[in-house]
């Protein structure tokens, strides 16, 4: 069966960084676009950032210029470098993945999440 998997979130000052990983494995014939959610207490949860198959990436204007996404295609997994952390980036932070099981349109797949809190 598919898995997707999260890592690297944890406790960090403000203004400090952090990365994390995502890892899409089992039976895969190719990856459409993995990327990031992520959902504070109360709040809805939001697109953080994206990477697709075309190289093209994708921010929410609340971390433009301070996350940064990048992909290792060989290891089918996705990184989220967040740099300057503000205590309103602390969420939980899901990561998904676009995949091609097949011949046909992609599904999505879901990671288990992982918390980050930016708190002194």
């Known amino acids: 069966q598919v898995q997707v998997v999260e890592s690297g979130g944890g406790l960090v000052q403000p203004g400090g960084s952090l990365r994390l990983s995502c890892a899409a494995s089992g039976s895969i014939f190719g990856i459409y676009a993995m990327g990031w959610y992520r959902q504070a207490l109360g709040k809805q949860r939001e697109l953080v950032a994206t990477?697709?198959?075309?190289?093209?990436?994708n921010y929410a204007d609340s971390v433009k210029g301070r996350f940064t996404i990048s992909r290792d295609n060989a290891k089918n997994t996705v990184f989220l470098q967040m740099d300057s952390l503000k205590p309103e980036d602390t969420a939980v932070y899901s990561c998904y993945a676009d995949l091609y099981m097949n011949w046909g349109a992609p599904d999505r797949y879901w990671g288990q999440g992982t918390q980050v809190t930016v708190s002194s």
């Open positions: 990477f697709t198959s075309g190289s093209m990436t």
